[in-house]
C-alpha cells in the first residue's frame, strides 16, 4: 500500500486555468505538509495542517487554496495558474517524526 | 527565520573514496533528518537525529548531529555508483509542524 499518494503526477496546463491536487495518506499521521520544489531542486514549505487545521502559511500566494477534509487528506487548488507555478509539488504527512512524501506532481503550465 | 545550509552544493567522488556533507542551521533545534532523491523520484527518509550527539549509521551512510554547533554531517565511507543521488537536510521547528530544508548536494560517485 502507497503510504502518501498524489494524483495527478503529471498535469500540464495554460496559464490563467484552475486546477487541483490531490493527496491522501494512511499513515494515521496528524500531520500533513504541501511543499514546492523548484527548476533548482530547492524545497520550500508552502502550507501545513495538523488535524485539518492550518498551522503553517509561509507566504503564499491567495491562488493557491489547501483544503483538508478530514487528517488523512489534503488537497491543493491553484487558481489563475502562472508560468512562475511550473515546479513539482510534494505532499507529505508526519508525526513527531520524519515527515513521509507522495511520489510529486509535476506542474506544467504552458 | 530558521535558515538551512548544506556544502558542498554538488560532489564528484570516485567509487571507493571518503567524504562528508555538512548542514548547518540556523536556531536551535533538535531534530534534523536527512533524505535522499534520485532524479524525478520522491524524497526517501535515510535518517532521524534526536538529540544532541545523536549518531545513525546505514550501509555506507552515517550521519551524527551536534546541537550546540547548530551542525549535522553525512559522512560516505568507499563510496559506489549507487550512492549518486542529491541528499538534503532538513531541521524541525515550531513544534516540529515545520520542516525546513537545506539546499541539497547533488552526488555524483564516478565508477
Known amino acids: 500500500d502507497t503510504a502518501v499518494s498524489q494524483t495527478p503526477k503529471y498535469l500540464v496546463t495554460q496559464m490563467g486555468n484552475d486546477k487541483s491536487i490531490k493527496c491522501e495518506q494512511n499513515l494515521g499521521h496528524d500531520t500533513m505538509y504541501w511543499y514546492k520544489q523548484d527548476s533548482k531542486k530547492f524545497l520550500k514549505i508552502m502550507f501545513s495542517?495538523?488535524?485539518?487545521?492550518?498551522?503553517i502559511n509561509e507566504t503564499v500566494p491567495n491562488r493557491f487554496s489547501p483544503k483538508s477534509p478530514d487528517k488523512a487528506h489534503l488537497n491543493l487548488h491553484i487558481n489563475s495558474l502562472e508560468l512562475g507555478d511550473s515546479a513539482v509539488y510534494f505532499c507529505?504527512?508526519?508525526?513527531?517524526?520524519?515527515?513521509?512524501f507522495g511520489q510529486g506532481t509535476r506542474l506544467t503550465v504552458v | 527565520e530558521l535558515k538551512v545550509e548544506q556544502n558542498p552544493l554538488f560532489l564528484s567522488m570516485q567509487e571507493g573514496k571518503n567524504y562528508t556533507i555538512y548542514c548547518n542551521y540556523s536556531t536551535t533545534s533538535d531534530r534534523l533528518y536527512w533524505y535522499r532523491q534520485d532524479p524525478g523520484k520522491s524524497l526517501e527518509s535515510l535518517f532521524v537525529l534526536l538529540s544532541n550527539g545523536a549518531v545513525k549509521q546505514e550501509g555506507r551512510l552515517m550521519a551524527s548531529l551536534d546541537t550546540k554547533a547548530r551542525l549535522s554531517t553525512l559522512h560516505i565511507t568507499a563510496a559506489v555508483h549507487d550512492l549518486s543521488a542529491t541528499y538534503f537536510c532538513a531541521v524541525a521547528s515550531g513544534g516540529y509542524q515545520k520542516v525546513t530544508f537545506g539546499t541539497g548536494t547533488k552526488l555524483q560517485v564516478i565508477p
Open positions: 495542517y495538523n488535524n485539518k487545521e492550518l498551522i
Open positions: 507529505a504527512s508526519g508525526g513527531a517524526g520524519e515527515a513521509f
